[in-house]
């Protein structure tokens, strides 16, 4: 148990370390234009005159026209095949060519390979290679948003903003949103606001990311004799013990022990003063109560500024400390052995 007092809220704000997008993902490089099984592509090929394969398979240019009708030799010649889809095994087929690996390759190898091949059956050829359509290299954007979609990144490095926009943009305000971003086995959420804030955070996608909008994904429970006993959510900027003991309508004047409110919280080592020398871990938390007494009136500058967090669970006692340690012994039974609580309490 640890008294809030001034060096409490130092400690526990100093040592919140909360990551960010910028710091957890570092600086993602745009998806290269690199094609992948099922992209489509769209392959032009241009023969030099005298066109001796494409020769009136393709189109020709206006400049190509005006020197025909005067008896001036064509320029060139273009054939466009027909849209290639890529198929399973990472290949398309291309007329006098055959069959050409292109998964895992950017269009501008694409290119040389087609060209190269084609050098003893066409007249000085020259090939062009388009992504037509990016079916792999997606983002998809779920949650609150207008409309959940699947966003084709390009070169361009959509960002995480550009998602969504895609999307059509949150449903709620900007200040009760937290954007969650999973990328492989990784999850990490930051509020909105803090992404449109700092333009670090709108960092660059790469393929698979999922971005989910949650709205007011924090929640922390009141108890005893407060205003209201129930689970109240709050948004991802934060909310201070007094914006939460404001939320839950006060104390009850006629019940409520203004010396006995108390913070249960699951706290990280490195917040708990060298004294408190904690025995009993789980998951690499500690169980802590911090008790609060607002017949101090310095203790509501400090409920200013220290920070309920989520699951955070506050109770307002209605009797002397005999009564909460009952209350103690009761609640957390469950996560620690009795004697620990009894001797945390005394």
């Known amino acids: 148990m640890i008294d809030l007092d001034r060096d409490t809220v130092l400690r526990t704000r100093s040592r919140t370390v909360n990551d960010s997008f910028a710091d957890a993902f570092g600086t993602t490089q745009p998806v290269a234009t690199i094609v992948r099984p099922g992209d489509v592509l769209e392959v032009s090929i241009w023969e030099a005159p005298p066109a001796t394969l494409f020769a009136g398979s393709g189109t020709t240019s206006a400049r190509d026209s005006a020197n025909a009708a005067v008896g001036t030799p064509e320029v060139s010649t273009n054939a466009t095949l027909p849209e290639l889809l890529v198929d399973g095994t990472g290949t398309i087929f291309v007329p006098f060519v055959g069959a050409v690996s292109v998964a895992g390759r950017s269009v501008r190898e694409i290119e040389r390979d087609i060209s190269t091949r084609l050098q003893k059956k066409a007249h000085l050829p020259q090939v062009v290679v388009r992504l037509v359509r990016n079916t792999t290299a997606t983002v998809t954007v779920v ?9 084709a990144l390009s070169p361009k490095g959509e960002r995480l903003l550009d998602a969504l926009a895609q999307a059509g943009g949150a449903t709620q305000p900007v200040n009760r949103m937290v954007i969650q971003l999973t990328r492989g086995d990784r999850v990490l959420s930051m509020p909105l606001e803090s992404v449109i804030r700092d333009p670090r955070q709108n960092i660059i996608l790469s393929s698979d990311d999922v971005v989910t909008a949650v709205y007011q994904p924090f929640t922390f429970t ?57 025995q009993i871990a789980q998951n690499g938390k500690v169980p802590v109560i911090y008790r609060v007494d607002l017949r101090d009136p310095a203790t509501f500058f400090l409920s200013q500024q220290f920070d309920v967090r989520n699951d955070d669970l506050v109770y307002v006692s209605t009797a002397p400390i005999a009564e909460f340690q009952q209350f103690v012994n009761v609640v957390a039974s469950t996560v620690l052995p009795l004697i620990a609580v009894r001797n945390s309490v005394n």
């Open 143 to 151: 949650g609150e948003v207008v409309r959940s979609t699947r966003m």
């Open 222 to 278: 009141a108890l005893g004799a407060s205003g209201k006993n129930e689970e109240v959510k709050f948004e991802a900027t934060g909310l201070t013990l007094a914006q939460a003991l404001g939320r839950i309508g006060g104390l009850q004047a006629d019940r409520a022990n203004a010396k006995g409110i108390f913070i249960f919280r699951w706290e990280d080592p490195a917040n708990l003063p060298p004294s408190a020398n904690p």
